[in-house]
């Protein structure tokens, strides 16, 4: 049997829990992979211990001085891995000659553009950042069609329905006997809770998902919802899809990842542990198949499956996304931008839970005449929805000081 030619691999947002789970699966195949880059934000002492375990070529951080301050710690340890840092570094190590595959696991804007470099290179991209498809959708989908690119989805959810589907899906779903695509959400921390409690709910709480481990942002963005509306932006991309063709299901077990179902009647779904090194698994060895390190569904122990109906009056972001979709052009990067600037502030101490969705709808409710035809016009929305989400906040806290709360 001949041996898988090796893959070299850049991961992008290294130190996060996605970056993470993905040098777990690589660590358990040597003889397939090999890590070339790994890039993070801020997280330098994270990085080098990672680079100690891995030996990448390159390392990338966002700022010049940690950037250095990593240098100075691989030289000491004897590592040879060059350092780099910013915006460019990130697209380099995405689009670099030696590399086959990228994790695209940078959250929120800031990952669009390596991503974007990733797919104009022809790269096979494992795709869990969310903003790339979200922001530029047609953008990215052309990239990857003139480049010929290998896209692959990593989220839990369109990583399912990616399974679910025929192998050639593309050129509308009712094409090839799809009449809709089912994705779930476990309804997050606050699905049992009341209107009142999920405008008061704070940080922590919000934080404290009840079967996943993530980042700050993304636990917020699922216990708002907006995660989900974010999801069905990125498949109405992913698998060529109108958003009345995507019904989101809450599945509070989060062990049915997603569904399809068929005109015959027929509904595929797929299921597994909540952990993300199967999808990781998939992506890095499609169309094989490799062992993840996570164990098998014991269906015995989940005992049962439920299923019920988002409620987008306790959860409006959901509508708010599917709404920004409809509508098409720039409104899902100014939904995306407004929504990153609301929960920095929540996260912060300086907004409400409650009020994460009432600045998202005010800015994408703003006349505003944005394109969405290059990257430099979907950046341009992108500013403008973020000042304008700044302005918004301005207001509510001018608001709460001169009424005392």
């Known amino acids: 049997m001949t041996s898988p030619a090796l893959q070299r691999v850049t991961v992008l947002g290294s130190t996060g829990s996605i970056g993470k789970s993905t040098l777990d699966v690589i660590a358990r195949h040597p003889e397939r992979y090999r890590v070339f880059a790994l890039a993070a934000h801020t997280s330098k002492e994270a990085l080098f211990e ?45 689009r670099d000659e030696r590399v086959d595959t990228v994790m695209a696991a940078i959250v929120g804007a800031a990952g669009l553009m390596p991503a974007l470099a990733a797919a104009e290179a022809g790269k096979r991209i494992l795709l869990a950042n969310k903003e790339a498809l979200v922001m530029s959708g047609a953008l990215f989908m052309d990239a990857v069609a003139r480049s010929n690119a290998t896209l692959l989805p990593i989220d839990s959810e369109h990583n399912a329905i990616y399974q679910c589907l025929p192998a050639e899906h593309r050129g509308g779903l009712a094409r090839h006997g799809v009449r809709k695509l089912l994705l779930t959400a476990s309804g997050g921390p606050f699905r049992q809770w009341s209107a009142a409690d999920i405008d008061a709910a704070t940080p922590e709480q919000a ?22 509306g974010l999801e069905l932006i ?18 509070p077990q989060s062990v049915v990842h997603s569904m399809a179902a068929f005109d015959d009647g027929s509904v595929i779904a797929q299921l597994g542990n909540p952990d993300m090194r199967t999808p990781i698994a998939y992506g890095l060895a499609w169309p094989e198949r490799i062992d993840s390190g996570v164990e098998t569904l014991d269906l015995f122990q989940i005992a049962r499956l439920d299923f019920e109906a988002p409620d987008e009056v306790r959860f409006p972001c959901l509508r708010l996304a599917r709404e ?77 000081n001169q009424t005392g709360g």
């Open 234 to 251: 990125e498949a109405c991309w992913l698998f060529d899809a109108h958003p009345d063709h995507i019904q989101v299901v809450v599945h």
């Open 324 to 400: 920004a979709m409809q509508q098409g052009g720039a409104a899902p990067a100014i939904l995306n931008a407004a929504n990153e600037v609301a929960v920095e502030a929540f996260l912060s101490g300086q907004l409400r839970f409650g009020g994460i969705a009432e600045v998202v709808a005010g800015v994408v409710q703003a006349p505003h005449a944005h394109r969405a035809d290059s990257v430099e016009a979907i950046l341009a929305a992108d500013q403008w929805a973020r000042e304008q989400a700044s302005l918004l906040l301005e207001t509510a806290r001018s608001s709460e």
């Open 50 to 94: 990672q680079c100690q375990a891995h030996h990448p070529e390159v390392a990338v951080l966002a700022g010049a001085d940690d950037a250095a301050w990593l240098a100075r710690a691989l030289e000491d340890a004897g590592l040879s891995t060059q350092v780099s840092f910013g915006a460019e570094a990130l697209c380099a190590v995405a």
């Open 207 to 228: 934080c404290a998902h009840p079967n996943w481990s993530m980042g700050r942002k993304i636990s917020v963005d699922s216990a708002t919802l907006m995660n989900k």
